[in-house]
């Protein structure tokens, strides 16, 4: 499975993003799909995932009322809409997928990363 996370930037506080990822090589509608972080220094963490279908969602405590997960199983494109971005959200984002199952221990199952795209919010 190949991964192409795109769409971040440099936003102020309050602002929003949305960030795609690409997904090519598999069955996209067979893969439980998410989103994590890593910002520097810091351990990657978990933001959200949902499941093949796009019916259950999971999220972080921390995101959570901010940031919305949905895919599209005809484009083969993950989403992550982010709302009133603070600059704790700064960090690289990455994309990631696993086989159906795999989205409800909070993407611990998830086999398949992207590369990162920077996401930064100004004060």
């Known amino acids: 499975v190949q991964l192409q996370a795109s769409g971040g930037g440099l936003v102020q506080a309050g602002g929003s993003l949305r960030l795609s990822c690409a997904a090519s090589?598999?069955?996209?509608?067979?893969?439980?799909m998410g989103w994590f972080r890593q910002a520097s220094g810091n351990e990657r963490e978990f933001v959200a995932a949902?499941?093949?279908?796009?019916?259950?969602?999971d999220y972080a405590d921390s995101v959570k009322g901010r940031f919305t997960i949905s895919r599209d199983n005809i484009k083969n494109v993950l989403y992550l809409q982010m709302y009133s971005l603070k600059p704790e959200d700064t960090s690289v984002y990455y994309c990631a997928a696993g086989e159906i199952g795999s989205y409800a221990s909070k993407g611990q199952g998830f086999v398949y990363w992207g590369q990162g795209t920077q996401v930064t919010v100004s004060s």
């Open positions: 949902i499941n093949w279908s796009g019916g259950s969602r």
């Open positions: 090589g598999r069955i996209f509608s067979r893969l439980d």
